[in-house]
C-alpha cells in the first residue's frame, strides 16, 4: 500500500499503477487487516484514473471496484465515505450529458447528484468537499437553465462565510480536515469566479480570480 500511495503522490497521473499496487494487496494477502483499505483505495485511484472518460470500459473499471469495496467492507470506517464519490460519479455523468446534446437527462442526474452530496456525513473529512460540490452542481445546472447561477453563488458564498469564521462543528482542528478545507475554499472560489465570468459580470470575476493564486 505505501507503493501504491507514492504511485498517487508522483507527478504524472500514476493512478493506474497504483491501483494495480493496491489490488496486489487484495490478490496475494485478501485476509490481511489492510485489504479493505486496499480495496478502497484500488476503487479511489481507478475513479481518479478515468471519471472523465467517455468510454464505458473505463467507467466500468472503477464502479465494479466501487461494487467490490461495498460488498466485501461495508463496515469498513470508510465506507461512509463513498456517497461523496458516487456523487463526483453522478457529477461527471449529468455534465457529459448536458455537453453531449441530452440536458434534461444531465438535469434529473444533477438534481439527484445533490441529494447524493447532502447523504456525505458531517463527521467525514470530505463533508466540506461536499459543500462545494454542491455549488458546482448549480454551476452546471446553470449552463442550461440560469436560475441555477444565483443558486451557486448563494452555495459558494455560504459555504465560505462558515469556513472562514467556524462555529459549532465547523470548528475543527483534525490536520486532514483543515487540508480538506483549503481544497473546498479553493473549488468555491474558483466556480464562484466561472459563475461570475458566465453572467459577464467583469470586475467580480477580476476579484475573485484574479487573487486565486495569492489565496490557494
Known sequence: ????????????????????AANRVIKEFPK?????DAAYYRYI???NQFRFSRDEGDQKRFQDARKFFTNRYS??????????FEALEALERGRRLISGG???????????????LKNVDDAS????????????????????????????????TDYLDKARNPKGRMEITDPARLEKRQRAMAHAD???????????KWQPTIDVLGTFLVKH
Open 75 to 84: 463496515d469498513h470506517e470508510k465506507a461512509k465515505d463513498l456517497a461523496y
Open 190 to 200: 474558483f466556480y464562484t469566479g466561472k459563475v461570475h465570468f458566465r453572467r459577464q
Open 125 to 156: 473529512a470530505l463533508y466540506e468537499l461536499a459543500l462545494a460540490r454542491r455549488g458546482q452542481v448549480y454551476y452546471e445546472l446553470g449552463a442550461i437553465d440560469s436560475s441555477y447561477d444565483k443558486q451557486a453563488l448563494d452555495t459558494f
Open 32 to 36: 490481511h487487516e489492510k485489504a479493505g
Open 45 to 47: 485511484y481507478l475513479m
Open 1 to 20: 500500500l505505501r507503493l501504491a500511495s507514492c504511485f498517487n503522490n508522483a507527478d504524472g497521473d500514476r493512478y493506474y499503477e497504483a491501483a494495480a
Open 102 to 116: 441530452k440536458p434534461s437527462e444531465g438535469k434529473t442526474v444533477l438534481l439527484e447528484t445533490l441529494d447524493q
